[in-house]
């Protein structure tokens, strides 16, 4: 289960940091 939690804990990462640029672009 080591390596679901840890795929899943990079996809949330992910899309933070995909929804904190789109933030920054819109200006937001």
């Not at 289960?1 to 995909?18: C, H, I, N």
């Amino acid at each position: 289960s080591a390596l679901p939690d840890a795929g899943d804990a990079a996809a949330e990462a992910k899309a933070a940091a995909e929804e904190f640029r789109a933030g920054l672009g819109l200006g937001r």
